[in-house]
């Protein structure tokens, strides 16, 4: 069971050339911004189409430029979790999550998430009536509820305070560990990164690097706690 990606994208100046193979597990794509990291994530949702390349999901073809493949989003079965959630703003809390839902027994499914995201009471809420932990658990409860075999995180702490941060970091190592799907978690934190994945990949100027075990970061985070505590 594995994901496989070999695929270049032009974006005016900027070429994106993304290459890499992933088995189970958590794996971690770092690197800073405008280095590539969301396009190749909209390449392997189908947001995006690449120029040329292949990407292969547990050995189902979802892009091949040769073979002129090219499934859009819906039929990837590829959950994407955005930087801003992209709630659906008209649509309450229990229709988000039913949004991506398929086959029987949805409404005990729906409230089966509500408490399991702790959002009892704001079933029939609005995304702009919730606080940015609730928003987050609304959209990662709408994508596991769609059931997808691959799920991509986009920097989904990049806009929370230090506190809910470590708080729903918790949440998401927990949800990682009891679906047991494969992951891909964009960031430019390694000890984010560190706290939630097994293995990680450096890009820089759209170009990825060779994949590594997550202790491999140890060295480096260790060098940065002592110089911030030197500083102090």
Known sequence: MSLEVSIKKRLGSFVLSSEFTL??????LLGPSGSGKSLTLKCIAGIEKPDNGRIVL????????????NLPPQKR???????????????????????????DGIKDRVSAYIKRFRLEGHEGSLPAQLSGGQKQRVAMARMLAAEPELILMDEPFSAL?????????????????????????????RVEAYRLCGSFAGIHEGTV???HPIK??????????????GLL
Not at 23 to 28: D, K, N, Q, S, Y
Not at 58 to 69: K, Q, T, Y
Not at 161 to 176: C, G, Q, R, S, Y
């Open 58 to 69: 547990d050995g189902r073809v979802l892009f091949d430029s040769r073979e002129r493949i």
């Open 209 to 211: 690097g060779a994949v």
């Open 77 to 103: 079965h590829v959950g994407y979790m955005f930087q801003d959630y992209a709630l659906f703003p008209t649509m309450t809390v229990k229709e988000n999550i039913m949004a991506g839902m398929r086959g």
């Open 216 to 229: 491999d970061l140890e060295e480096d985070i260790r060098k940065n706690i002592s110089l911030m505590e």
């Open 23 to 28: 088995e189970e597990g958590v794996f971690a």
């Open 161 to 189: 305070d230090n506190e809910l941060k470590w708080e729903l970091e918790n949440e998401t190592e927990e949800v990682f560990r009891e679906s047991g799907k494969k992951v891909i978690f964009v960031s430019h934190d």
